[in-house]
């Protein structure tokens, strides 16, 4: 009998004891999976805000503010420069003396860096409708709260202004009044005006983008405004070379980021020389910042006056 409960008791002892490895093994791999996640919410604790730009009561007293656009430091910073504690690494902010002792928590079109935002403890971080979803989404599961913005026309820049002034409870007034100077003293023109930000394919704004709506803004004749296409972006045309001999514009901005040789790519190909606008030398090169993204206060600045001197 003695020998018999000895076996089974072995036995038993054998089961439970692979039951007890069995468990372990999957628990190492759970954590070995969600590593990533553990060490971000193990900083969640030191966040004070819990509330996101969705919420029925979105913040309105952010301190600590990371701002993941060029245009979004750049209005925080002038609504209240103690605020803002990063940035993202835009080359406009890399260029601006005032951004130069704040940490970057991404470069270029790569994503931002998690665990060094939420390692920074902010009360509030901007990002880009569609751009920045996926990295807004995983902050506000963390608990910090998140403001996206698109900034696509004029009026979408008064109402990201106002919205960031609200967040941070700043007065936006002295900027606003900036935009509306911007505005003024705008030159009488009825000339045909082609802007082309692409070469390949050649694509032009219409009134859907930010583009458009500032040709609009600053009455400027823009000959694909009301054109619709099938660029894959709704603010934009896909254009023919074809086309551009139709139209025929007796002014042509093209966009030509850091002169990067996009402007003499067009001057290349046999149907340019055939455009009223080239023989007329009314061909003007443009930055991508300001014309297509607003960028900066600055570039939209420096962009309105660009544009007005030109057609004066």
Known sequence: MISILKKLLSKYTIILLSCIFLFSCNSINSQQVESSEINLKSQESHTQIKESSNSKNPIENANRVVALTSLSADIIHRLDSEKLIAISGSRLLRKDERFQNLPQVSEGRTPPN?????????????????????????????????????????????????????????????????????????????????????????????????????????????????????????????????????????????????????????????????????????????????????????KIEETCKKIKEIFS
Do not use: C
């Open 114 to 298: 998690l665990e060094k935002i939420v390692a920074l403890k902010p009360d509030l971080v901007i990002g880009a409708t569609g751009f920045h979803d996926r990295t807004l989404s995983k902050l506000k599961e963390l608990g910090i709260a998140t403001q996206s913005i698109e900034t696509d026309s004029w009026d979408s820049l008064i109402e990201t202004t106002k919205s960031l002034a609200k967040s941070i409870n700043a007065n936006p007034n002295n900027l606003l009044k900036k935009y509306n100077t911007l505005l003024e003293n705008i030159p009488k023109s009825n000339i045909s005006t082609l802007v082309l930000v692409s070469s390949q394919p050649i694509l032009s704004p219409n009134k859907y983008s930010w583009t458009g709506d500032l040709l609009n803004k600053l009455e400027i004749k823009n000959i694909t405004k009301d054109l619709q296409g099938e660029s894959g972006n709704r603010g934009y045309i896909t254009l023919s070379e074809e086309k551009i001999l139709q139209q025929n514009p007796e002014a042509i901005l093209v966009v030509d980021p850091a002169k990067k040789g996009v402007l003499q790519e067009f001057k290349s190909k046999s149907f340019w020389k055939n455009l009223k606008a080239t023989k007329s030398e009314k061909v003007y090169s443009f930055d991508y910042y300001g014309l297509v993204n607003p960028g900066s206060i600055d």
